[in-house]
């Protein structure tokens, strides 16, 4: 932080940390669209072979991008919030449930899903024979928006990133997106919650279930029979893999 602070000191260390974002943006860009290596040269790939099987650069984990977030204040979020709301469960989990934003009570816990609708979903995990330890829970944005309101487009943005590197550090073979936000925001689309569910969806080599938010289920318990639907097809693919 002290590096950024000093405005002439710091401009070398800043224009390196441009370039390296720039890159960084650049080889996701070519992973996204299946560049898996490049040809190398000969001096090229033993300097490679130097670092001793090691990857740089490649091994992410959750910790690395929590201290990444720091206090984070990308958006206007941070200026209300108690807690930053990370996620919580198996770093290992070949399954992760996602929703929208922290309520009132993860704000304050720091902890996804644990106020009314946080115990539905323990239900529903448990009735696919599974526990909250097995799982990844998290969110798509962190913070919470003010009054529990679907988060704005740009604050999406601001924490979509920290989300899609949760994801390349866990590495699920599933996930069970709840609700419109978490659904829409991983499929790139503006397709109703209704018309998605029910069905997987394949991004990026995960399985991804689009099902109702267990808030919605509180307000509309008719809605739980096809949340129910979706799960036993999640559970039927799980215990298959």
Same mark, same amino acid.
């Given at each position: ?5 000093? @405005?002439? $000191? ?5 224009? *390196? +940390?441009?370039?390296?974002? %720039?890159?960084? @943006? ?15 040269? /000969?001096?090229? *790939?033993? =300097?490679?072979?130097?670092?001793? %099987? ?22 206007? *979020?941070? @200026? ?14 070949? *399954? ?13 816990? !720091?902890?996804?899903?644990? %106020?009314? $609708? !946080? &115990? ?19 969110? =798509?944005?962190?913070? &919470? ?10 604050? =999406?943005? $601001?924490?979509?990133?920290?989300? #899609?590197?949760?994801?390349? +550090? ?6 069970? +997106?709840?609700?419109?936000? +978490? ?11 209704? #018309?998605? &569910? ?8 995960? &399985? ?6 267990? $808030? ?9 029979? /096809? ?15």
């Amino acid at each position: 932080m002290s590096i950024i602070q000093n @405005n002439n $000191a710091s401009l070398p260390a800043k224009k *390196l +940390a441009v370039s390296i974002e %720039g890159i960084k @943006n650049y080889l996701g860009f070519l992973s996204e669209i299946g560049v898996t290596g490049f040809d190398c040269s /000969e001096k090229s *790939l033993r =300097i490679i072979q130097s670092w001793g %099987g090691k990857k740089p650069f490649l091994n992410e984990t959750l910790e690395k991008i929590i201290t990444d977030m720091g206090e984070c204040r990308q958006c206007s *979020l941070c @200026n209300k919030r108690t807690n930053i709301v990370f996620g919580s469960g198996n770093p290992d989990a070949r *399954l992760v449930f996602v929703g929208k934003a922290p309520g009132s009570d993860e704000d304050i816990k !720091g902890v996804p899903f644990v %106020g009314e $609708a !946080g &115990r539905l979903l323990t239900k529903i995990i448990e009735a696919i024979k599974l526990s909250r330890d097995q799982v990844y829970i998290c969110n =798509i944005v962190k913070c &919470r928006p003010p009054g529990n309101r679907n988060p704005s487009a740009d604050e =999406i943005m $601001a924490c979509l990133p920290f989300f #899609k590197r949760q994801m390349k +550090a866990i590495q699920p073979k599933f996930i069970c +997106a709840m609700g419109s936000v +978490a659904a829409q925001t991983i499929l790139g689309t503006t397709i109703p919650i209704s #018309k998605l &569910r029910g069905t997987f969806y394949d991004v990026m080599g995960i &399985r991804v279930m689009p099902t109702y938010h267990p $808030a919605d289920l509180l307000r509309n318990e008719n809605k739980k029979r /096809e949340v129910w639907e979706d799960m036993k097809q999640l559970m039927c693919e799980y215990n298959e893999v």
